[in-house]
């Protein structure tokens, strides 16, 4: 079986992190906008891996609502400026509270 990014390990790097990756809907289709390029751009998503799927364990009182926990890697690139990186979306850990209050927000 085919294993994501060859089964080496993956992390976004700076270029990504601290709000720098952004996006937008288009119907209910998400896009994300290449960071260096602007929101000109939109990045190809070239994989996808689940890295994480199983029964609600994370703070299940918190969220009785949840039907499992996930966590889903996408590796992403830009064939303008030839960004080649990845990012998570995950229902584990930090979901509350407002972008103000993150320390990394302007």
Not at 15 to 39: H, N, Q, S, V
Not at 46 to 51: E, K, P
Not at 65 to 91: G, M, Q, W
Request: net charge positive; aromatic share 16%; glycine share 10%.
């Amino acid at each position: 079986m085919r294993k994501f990014n060859n089964g080496k390990p993956f992390y976004g790097s700076e270029a990504i992190t601290k709000g720098k990756l952004t996006g937008k809907t288009d119907t209910d289709y998400f896009y994300f906008f290449c960071p260096k390029c602007g929101d000109t751009h939109i990045l190809q998503i070239l994989d996808f891996g689940i890295v994480h799927d199983g029964p609600v364990e994370y703070s299940k009182e918190k969220r009785p609502k949840v039907k499992r926990d996930f966590t889903i890697a996408f590796e992403l690139y830009c064939p303008e400026c030839k960004l080649h990186d990845f990012v998570k979306i995950s229902n584990l850990g930090w979901q509350g509270g407002k972008l103000k209050n993150v320390h990394w927000a302007v």
